[in-house]
């Protein structure tokens, strides 16, 4: 095991084996998407209340979830680079900010596409929809505050503890449905009682968040392999590659 | 086949919403394999540079 992470924490070993992984990986996010997709769309029959307007919920609520999952992984890895100040979390975190801001991006805009119809209304200063927003900022303050310092350790300081401040929104977003009483309806899917929707919309809802989960690992393993090309440029298994290439 | 473009009268912002993260998706898909060709193809130009300066130097 121990070993494991020790050869992971080799650059070209990395490289090869997230090669190796990487279609299988991208081919069963491809399968389960198209499968999430036509269920959601074609099959699950429509709401009773919200007729078809609902099928949104198959990319809003995995959207919005992968939102804070992306920033507790952001914010894990922002503690091991500042503890450890290991190469690889570096790069995690860096890697991150740009997906879960896009993420937020994509909550929120397919929110507001299912308010309006809904409530009447793109947007309002709830606190589900207000501390949502907030974490966009969150994110591309870490964005910007990336981009303006020089100095890899102070960069990756700097950012981590931005990144740990924020993480104090994320119960808050979570929470806010319940301690908030406003247009956002509360969870579907909790921990701690049966979901109250019907199973033939719950499998396709489930199939997508997989499907996330797995795109957002196939694009962070990407954007870690273009770094690892990046910083060993000079190296000579870099250089056969590209010459190969 | 009518019915499903129609989503029920909520064909706008159905099709908008999924269209948007379709795009989200694929723009977080693309850019890192351009970067990696582009990076790619920079470092087989750099080396190749170096072999003809080592070249130039050794004459």
Known sequence: ?245 | MQDFFHMGGYAFFVWSAYTVVLVVLTANFISPMRRRRRLLREISQQSSRKIINDAETQT
């Open chain 1, 1 to 245: 095991m121990w070993t494991f992470f020790h050869k992971l924490g080799s650059p070209r070993y990395f490289y090869d084996l997230s090669g190796r992984v990487l279609p299988w990986l991208g081919l069963a996010t491809a399968v389960l998407l198209l499968i999430g997709l036509y269920w959601g769309l074609v099959v699950a029959p429509p709401d009773y209340q919200q007729g078809d307007s609902y099928r949104i919920m198959y990319i809003h609520v995995p959207s919005a979830w992968m939102s804070l999952f992306v920033y507790m992984v952001m914010a894990g890895a922002a503690v091991i680079s500042l503890v450890w100040k290991m190469k690889l979390s570096e790069v995690v975190a860096a890697n991150c900010a740009p997906l879960g801001a896009s993420f937020t991006a994509a909550a929120l805009v397919t929110g507001m596409l299912w308010g309006k119809p809904m409530w009447g209304t793109y947007w309002v200063w709830d606190a589900r929809l207000t501390s949502e927003l907030l974490l966009l900022f969150l994110y591309l303050g870490v964005i910007g505050l990336r981009n303006a310092i020089e100095d890899p350790r102070t960069r990756a300081r700097a950012s981590g503890v931005l990144t740990l401040v924020g993480v104090v929104n994320i119960p808050i977003i979570h929470y806010s449905v319940i301690w908030w009483n406003t247009l956002h309806q509360g969870p579907t899917i909790s921990k701690f009682s049966k979901p109250s929707v019907d199973p033939t919309m719950l499998w396709p809802l489930l199939i997508m968040v997989v499907a996330f989960m797995l795109y957002f690992a196939v694009v962070l393993l990407m954007r870690a392999r273009c770094e690892v090309l990046a910083r060993e440029r000079n190296t000579a298994w870099v250089r056969q590659l590209a010459a190969q290439a």
